[in-house]
């Protein structure tokens, strides 16, 4: 029984790490894509991420086939046609929902109240997956969401639910029912699934992108979006989905609460951005939160 414990144990870390790197990895496009949309219209800018992710996953593909000829994964099949489909779509409209969120309110509030989808995760996941959500990760949550609260307090001193927050506000519900239908896939092959993901994303958002107008960027550019969609889209989900077989969706969702003092990190660096008293206040929250979240409990 002990051997099993730690074996368990020792998957679980396993999990938590990944799910630790996924959070890392996504970071690093926020502070890039602000760069970036200064010359890439957005839903372009997105389209190249996700694709970039896809044929990232390719080469990825490739080099383990070649490395590990012997590998085998369990593929996806036509009964999990109606998850994929899903989950492709969600990731389609979760970002449309955003941008026109924010031509509606400031970046400001937007940015805390994308948190809100580790909230979604859960809920959805005990509500139409039946997940278990132990007592320690509604505590983690409501940590996350009250260090959400003071970072948007930062800035702006309340947050309003105008139309533009609700939208965003939609769109983590399309980021959090995505997360649980790709844990339905979870025990599939994650370079597969995140090749379906890019590719069936990236040119479904390509195709909105030129239907509204948007123009396709400089040729100069594009290698340096694939690259950035590779590593922050394309290994960012790969660990993810990976994470999700053991911890489940609402627990590695949970970790992505790092995910934006990374950013901020990264932008201090990147932009010079001082923060104020508040944020680190909301910083021991969410280090807290996170840590209630991703904790066993038996």
């Not at 924010?102 to 996941?125: Q, R």
């Not at 969609?229 to 790969?238: D, K, M, P, T």
Request: glycine share 8%; proline share 5%; charged share 10%.
């Amino acid at each position: 029984m002990n051997s099993i414990d730690h074996r368990l144990s020792a998957t679980n870390s396993k999990a938590l790490g990944f799910a630790l790197l996924a959070a890392f990895l996504y970071a690093i496009s926020t502070p890039v894509s602000k760069i970036l949309l200064n010359t890439i219209s957005p839903t372009m800018l997105a389209a190249f991420l996700y694709l970039g992710a896809g044929m990232g996953m390719v080469v990825l593909g490739s080099i383990r086939k070649l490395a590990c000829p012997e590998h085998q994964a369990e593929g996806l099949t036509r009964e999990q046609m109606p998850a994929i489909l899903a989950m492709i779509g969600l990731d389609i409209a979760a970002p449309i929902l955003l941008m026109l969120g924010l031509n509606l309110t400031n970046a400001a509030t937007v940015a805390p109240l994308n948190n809100f989808e580790i909230v979604a995760t859960a809920v959805l996941a005990l509500v139409f997956f039946h997940e278990r959500i132990p007592r320690g990760l509604w505590a983690g949550i409501g940590l996350i969401t009250l260090a959400s609260l003071l970072l948007s307090a930062e800035d702006t001193g309340t947050i309003c639910l105008n139309p533009g927050a609700l939208l965003v506000l939609l769109a983590c519900c399309c980021w959090g029912l995505e997360n649980n239908c790709t844990r339905v896939l979870s025990r599939k092959d994650p370079l597969q699934i995140v090749m379906v993901k890019g590719f069936g994303s990236g040119t479904g958002a390509f195709v909105i992108a030129l239907a509204i107008g948007e123009s396709l960027p400089t040729l100069s550019l594009i290698p340096l979006v694939l690259l950035l969609g590779f590593v922050a889209y394309g290994l960012s989900i790969f660990c993810y989905v990976s994470a999700q077989r053991d911890l489940g969706a609402a627990r590695t969702s949970a970790c992505y609460a790092i995910a934006p003092f990374v950013s901020t990190g990264l932008s201090l660096i990147l932009f010079s951005n001082v923060p104020g008293p508040s944020f680190f206040i909301a910083l021991g929250l969410m280090i807290l939160g996170t840590f209630l979240a991703t904790k066993k409990t038996s």
